[in-house]
């Protein structure tokens, strides 16, 4: 889980927030100003400040946000002066958009606002869909508008060129004021709520925002997308009536409060209209007591009605946004919050208090128990002196709304009461009827007769609410408040300063702490309104009352606001937590003496990797094991080594056809050497014609065991160098999931053992990554990269480590990155085990819980015929109207399972419209006939349409990685080096998922997560990149052509410009990787490139030469070895998709190689060797000539073949 | 569903079978572990376990043989008992005895009776730590030290008093929760993993009992001995928690200083006395759950022995 923040307003308008990972509240300290509302999404946070206008927070990232503005300079050729800006009557502008349509002179470009600057000056574009441009980034055609190309020709009548410039969004991590549209907002906003980030499948940023006026009225702002975080402008919304308040969630839930208690259901929302169509009504959940607030979130409705009752909304989901029923909730709550994964936060209506609502799951929306967070806020004591002043500018903020225009209505009167009367009804808590009763009895004055039986609790937690909320009406209490106040009054000699500045302040701050049942500062202004235009001397005597109140309120600050914040307003629309999420808020002692000795203990424990005491202890027991064994290795063991059984019943995909799968028992005999190692053999007895066999594999020989977890089967499969060869495992599955993994941990274990194989991977391991997202890494050994005879890459030792990424790159210091499947960056934290390894074979430090998401795709088919236009009936010979990629299989909405047990729905069916070759605005694509290359639009020879329906799911593991916020990444590299190489700070680069180019600052051994990206400014966005030894940094740019960096080393780490390379004739490249010296790449074709010609003066190369086809993903090392996932790998048993090959051949003379030899595969996707920086050893050299040495090697190969040879014959 | 069984090698048929099958190199490790690799905390429970004492067996010269005894030499698992491990003692020296003058046989080394119920480790390091090595025992058949010695009939005194220690410890570290949550197999794991060296059947266990609740920063109650030579009490044993109530995780000097302030060498001084446990001398501010979570013995005791620092 990425650290993420729970925002809050306390009931003074200072603005705080709780980090997921934190334990006190932090101060947003630049703001000037208090805040009655904010609304948090993870990017950024809204807010209503004391000025009425609408401020928005846009927190800091490495990654700017910048917008490309271009234009085109258009000329035409005449044969006075050549190339001119002399252009006919009838041709376009001299500058113009892409179209030629629009004007667009460089100086009529205008910052949008303030809190944007330019990056540079314009420049020229001189990269036309890949190909480099001359230098002066003309594109030539016969005339406007046409094709245009590169070079000039003999007919090339006009020509034109793009200029760009950058702006960059510079108000960041401070409260930035929207400029207020005067002539359209004629009342200020009372209430204000963001969401909708879900609704399209747009990366981060863009998103919906509602707000509410004083009026009643509904305003939606335009255009808030991640390159114009404030949006464009305000958008009325009509109305059947008047809104108190409004709740947006992270989809397309849009709900809101009327004034009479009913509420609003907005519908129609969706990817194309984020603002919706209409509204529906939904009656609050109690007929006698009208809702005062509403919270929504992604398949969410909570609301509160007048009486502080909590309601649950059933049946809540994209499809029914007006959800089924209600169900009432226990607690009594002033205001509650949604935030992501529909998580909820509320501020208890007595006590002020945040709470978070415990365990809410995906198949338990609502939650089991309100739990109180208690931490403390930062400085709280600081605070204390500060708290008269802040105090009296929030009299000045309330003081502002007095002035506003007076707006009090009939319907305002109405419900200027109803606080009154939720206020009241804690009395009759317990028993509701009463209560009903009275207001059966009093229908439209209900407020004023059930105040009577109200007496007002003088305690500490609750004087706020019953002073303020019983101002008008509580003359009759008044008496027994004040007295009560009196006596907090006595309790300070050195109040008096404090006394005189709450004098100053009386009335203006009357509205100090606002009203707590409807944690609505400006209906609680509205009452101030009301009862200063009403009634005068009872405001006076309200607002001195009040004035007391907040003046004990200030003494209760200073003495002892730890105890007890106050809270107005909460938003967790940035805050990431789920059911699994450790926080620490609820187990954070109160005392601040005691937090901080929490924290040094912590601390003194953490290091301990690194203690003096711990690495006396190791040294101790090696001198201790040398000391009382070394010399007495030939004495007994006292204990007679045994072998350990262990049986169980399988299945197992038997080796002959027809395959299927067989029962069998299987068993693993372990025998345990003097040391503790330990070596075994797996035995399969099976029955083959009524005949007891078994095949049988030595432990020491199992070059990897690979999880094949489905709905089916759980299965895995057992591979040897033998098995390798023939792309045909040791199938075998357990009867459940349990079961499987404790074998695989098991035989894990055993393996690992036989090999003397524990602890972390070294730092010259050998990442891989299988299409499931399981990581796997080898030992190299220093003959892996020998020539002539290298380790066959098929005898390599694989085991599994915990997690689950997409992708992986490392270098020899032991700096390994990973990029989940949800472009998460995960940084390699020293680790081992995790995931499915328990106990020994798992570090107990170093393991954290790893996430990750990612989507499923179905296709929904339909075929056209001439009667009823395009159906679900195919014809007998089509596809599966709902089916995979390929049509061969059927996969329905309902029939689709998450891709294995460990997954879990995270969202519903939503049509994608992301797909290649685009969509029309319901998804589908159209073609002539199944299978075929689909288009975006209909035409006339389309008879079969598809379009792709997506549903996320999620996993949740253990590994040994710590994830890296915030920015999301698509490709990650690190600079390899050889081992003994003193590097202080590593050159990382990176790819964000919007294509932007990141330099990693700050990346060391001890911090390998680094500390910061600086941005790599570019004309396009990047796919891939990749840095070699020397800091050379290519890139390929999504046009599919590639970039070499130029100037990069330690002093530049970002290097200075960008020098375009051409793809290869008719390629777009998709990915590189740049060793020593060598650069690869591989296009989208699957053709594997080698770049002729780079020189240390040349850097950038000359030529692309082809090496290979077939090739889905290369890396390149730092001793320029090369090693791919090869697409289609024929083994003798079976064909294999995703293997591990080795460049065989590869020498400081001869870069590019000889053969591949084939490692493990099918199935894997990626594959890193960046870290082996392991020089073969001399002594493959001289075997050339001498055979001695080789000798020992020899049994190797020839065992295993012999062995194989063993299998065959049990078979 | 998944059975365990265990069988000695000569009883295992199979096993033999296929060691010829595959060569006695196919169980010969093929690769060593990447010696780069940094220290672990679980290499500290493995050398721990895998401790060994050589030790030298000789009878003793008033037992009544038939013939010479010749010395009987063995690696003793520091963490084991002496009862578990000397099957093959009793075997070697009944050989040339009468069984008529054969007893129960019991432990001295320099005049002093091993006591069976300590680990052999802290037998070792609390009467022999500083001696040349092997350790020479004197086995004895007769008179057997009632007043020193507990008797032990058979292996099964053993677990019972192996198993009361764990409860024991558990009793302080979580108020027996754990130890009554396992059920009567994972008890018999724990044993069986102590008496036949099974490191990983053993911890896979003994794991549970080592984990507490990240909030409490320790278990509730450190189980430590300190044995002391210059004392009638065999050894010292009070409530001591891990963590101060001021929140400071308490060290080993922590726990001497108020257990046996003695053991502490104070400054100016020479040192008087080693704190041994498992034969080495862990750094006094080293965190006593740490300790107790990496060095206690199996019955889940830490041992902590102060001997005399050697005079010469």
Known sequence: ?1211 | MLSVLFMTAGSCAFFRVHLCAGGPCSLCPTGKSNSSTMADDKDVLRDVWFGRIPTCFTLNPDEVTEREAEAYYLLLPRVSYLPVVTDKVKKHFLKVMRAEDVEEMWFEYEGTPLKWHYPIGVLFDFHASNTVLPWTITVHFKNFPDEDLLHCSSNSVVEAHFMSSIKEADALKHKSQVINDMQKKDHKQLWMGLQNDKFDQFWAMNRKLMEYPTEDGGFRYIPFRIYQTLSDRPFIQKLFRPVSPEGHAHTLGDLLKEMYPDALTNDGEQKRYQVLIHGIEPLLETPLQWLSEHLSHPDNFLHICVVPVPTD
Request: hydrophobic content about 35%; charged content about 20%.
């Open chain 1, 1 to 1211: 889980m990425p650290v993420s923040l729970l925002w809050a307003v306390d009931v003074y308008g200072r603005v705080y927030s709780l980090s997921t990972a934190g334990q006190q509240w932090e101060q947003c300290r630049n703001s000037q100003m208090e805040f009655k509302r904010v609304t948090a999404a993870q990017t950024c946070c809204w807010g209503i400040a004391c000025d009425n206008s609408v401020y928005l927070n846009v927190h800091a990232s490495d990654l700017p946000i910048r917008y490309q503005e271009d234009t085109y300079e258009n000329q035409r050729w005449n044969p006075v002066d050549g190339f001119s800006d002399r252009l006919l009557p009838s041709d376009r502008w001299q500058w113009s958009d892409s179209s030629g349509l629009q004007h667009q002179p460089l100086n009529g470009f205008q910052l949008p606002s303030s809190t944007w600057e330019w990056e540079g000056d314009w420049h020229v574009d001189e990269n036309l869909e890949g190909e480099p441009t001359e230098k002066e980034g003309w594109t030539y055609a016969m005339d406007f508008p046409a094709a245009y190309t590169k070079d000039k020709k003999w007919n090339s009548c006009v020509r034109r060129r793009r200029w760009l410039r950058y702006r960059r969004y510079k108000a960041m991590d401070t409260w930035a004021k929207i400029p207020s549209q005067q002539t359209t907002l004629p009342d200020p906003f009372s209430d204000i709520s963001c969401g909708g980030w879900e609704i399209s499948e747009e990366p981060g940023g863009r998103l919906s925002l509602w707000a509410v006026s004083l009026q009643g009225k509904v305003w939606f702002r335009e255009g808030i997308s991640h390159h114009n975080p404030e949006g464009s402008s305000w958008v009325e919304v009509p109305l059947p009536g008047e809104v108190v308040q409004i709740s947006c969630g992270p989809g397309d839930l849009v709900w809101a409060v009327l004034w009479e208690g009913q509420l609003l259901v907005r519908e129609g929302i969706s990817r194309d209209n984020s603002k919706g169509t209409s509204w529906a009504v939904v009656e609050s959940p109690n007929p006698e007591v009208g809702a005062i607030h509403v919270a929504v979130g992604m398949n969410v409705v909570w609301a509160v009605t007048k009486d502080n009752k909590v309601w649950f909304r059933r049946g809540v989901n994209s499809h029914n946004p007006c959800g089924s029923g209600w169900i009432s909730m226990v607690g009594e709550m002033a205001m509650i919050n949604v935030g992501l994964n529909d998580q909820v936060w509320a501020i208890g209506c007595e006590d002020r208090v945040v709470y978070f609502r415990q365990g809410i799951t995906s198949s338990e929306l609502s939650g089991k128990t309100w739990k109180a967070i208690n931490v403390p806020r930062d400085g709280d004591r600081s605070h204390s002196s500060a708290s008269a002043s802040s105090l009296h500018s929030a009299g000045c903020f309330f003081s502002g709304e007095v002035r506003a225009p007076s707006v009090a209505s009939d319907a305002e009167l109405d419900i200027e009461h109803p606080p009154g009367d939720g206020a009241i009804s804690n009395a009759p808590l317990h028993c509701p009827e009463p209560c009903v009763d009275a207001h059966k009895n009093t229908s439209s004055e209900l407020c004023i007769e059930p105040l009577k039986p109200h007496i007002p609790k003088v305690t500490s937690d609750s004087f706020i609410s019953e002073l303020v909320s019983d101002r008008k009406p509580a003359k009759t209490d008044a008496e027994s408040v004040s007295s009560a106040v009196l006596e907090e009054e006595v309790v300070p000699g050195e109040g008096e300063v404090n006394v005189l500045s709450s004098d100053a302040i009386t009335c203006t701050q009357s509205g100090g702490p606002p009203d707590p049942q409807w944690s609505n500062v400006d209906l609680e202004e509205a009452q101030i309104q009301h009862v200063q235009t009403g009634a005068v001397p009872d405001s006076a005597d309200s607002c001195s009352l009040s004035s007391v109140a907040t003046y004990t309120l200030a003494l209760e600050d200073q003495y002892g606001a730890d105890e007890h914040p106050l809270w107005a307003w909460v938003s967790g629309g940035g805050c990431s937590v789920d059911s699994h999420s450790q926080l620490n808020w609820f187990n954070c002692p109160l005392n601040t003496s005691m937090l901080q000795s929490v924290q040094s203990m912590s601390l003194s424990v953490s290091p301990a990797q690194t203690a003096a005491w711990r690495k006396q202890i190791f040294e101790q027991l090696t001198e201790r094991s040398k000391r009382e064994m070394d010399n007495f290795r030939h004495y007994e063991q006292a204990i007679e080594q045994s072998v350990w059984v262990k049986k169980g019943a399988m299945q197992w995909w038997r080796d002959w056809k027809p395959h299927k799968w067989i029962d069998v028992h299987f068993a693993l005999e372990q025998f345990s050497g003097a040391d503790g190692n330990k070596d075994g053999i797996l035995f399969i007895y099976y029955n083959y014609h009524e005949e007891k066999k078994y095949l049988h594999a030595f432990i020491n020989e199992v070059t990897i065991l690979v999880p094949v977890l489905n709905h089916s089967k759980h299965t895995f499969a057992i591979y040897t160098p033998e098995r390798t060869k023939q792309r045909w495992p040791i199938r075998l599955a357990a009867a459940t999931e349990l079961e499987m993994y404790d074998w695989l941990a098991l035989l894990s274990v055993s393996c690992c053992d036989s090999r003397g194989i524990q602890g972390p991977p070294s730092k010259q391991a050998i990442w891989s990554i299988t299409c499931k997202g399981d990581i796997f890494v080898s030992e190299p050994s220093s003959a892996l990269e020998a020539t002539p005879y290298p380790t066959p890459c098929d005898q390599m030792f694989w085991r599994q480590v915990g997690g689950h990424l997409r992708l992986v790159d490392c270098n020899s210091l032991g700096i390994v990155w990973g990029i989940g499947y949800d472009h998460t960056a995960w940084v390699y934290s020293g680790g081992y085990g995790g995931g499915f390894f328990q106990g020994l074979a798992s570090s107990t430090d170093n393991i954290y819980t790893q996430t990750d998401t990612k989507s499923v795709y179905i296709y929904e088919n339909q075929r056209w015929n001439p009667v009823t236009g395009y159906t679900t009936r195919g014809l007998p010979t089509d596809r599966y109207m709902w089916s995979d990629a390929s049509g061969l299989h059927e996969c329905t909405k309902t029939g689709t399972k998450p891709p294995s047990p460990h997954w879990t729905w995270v969202s519903d069916w939503a049509i994608d419209y992301s797909v290649s070759g685009g969509t029309d605005r319901e998804g589908w694509q159209y073609a002539a006939d199944f299978p075929a290359s689909y288009h975006g639009f209909k035409t006339m020879k389309d008879f079969v349409r598809r379009r792709r329906w997506a549903r996320k799911c999620k996993l949740s593991t253990t590994g040994p990685w710590q994830e890296i916020p915030p920015i999301q990444l698509s490709d990650v590299t690190i600079l390899p080096c050889s081992a003994q190489s003193s590097v202080d700070v590593v050159p990382l680069w990176a790819i964000s998922n919007k294509g932007d180019v990141l330099c990693r600052m700050g990346v060391t051994l001890l911090t390998p997560a680094g500390t910061s990206w600086l941005h790599v400014g570019t004309d396009q966005p990047f796919k891939s990149i990749s840095i070699g030894a020397a800091s050379q940094v290519w890139g390929v740019a999504r046009d599919g052509s590639a970039f070499y960096r130029g100037s990069v080393s330690a002093q530049s780490p970002a290097g200075d410009c960008w020098y375009h390379i051409p793809s290869p004739a008719k390629q777009k490249l998709k990915q590189v990787s740049v060793g020593r010296t060598s650069v690869y790449t591989v296009d989208e074709n699957g053709n594997l490139w080698y770049r002729q010609g780079v020189t240390p003066s040349y850097p950038q190369g000359s030529s692309w030469e082809h090496i290979s086809n077939n090739v889905r993903k290369v890396s390149v090392g730092p001793l320029d070895q090369v090693w791919i996932i090869a697409d289609k790998v024929q083994g003798s048993h079976s064909l294999s998709c995703g293997t591990v090959c080795h460049r065989l051949g590869v020498q400081p003379m001869d870069p590019k190689g000889q053969s591949w030899d084939y490692g493990i595969g099918g199935g894997w996707d990626h594959i890193t060797i960046r870290g082996n920086s392991m020089e073969p050893s001399r002594i493959c050299l001289s075997s050339m000539t001498d055979p001695s040495p080789q000798a020992p090697r020899s049994p190797l190969p020839v065992r295993s073949t012999e062995s194989s040879s063993a299998l065959n014959l049990t078979m």
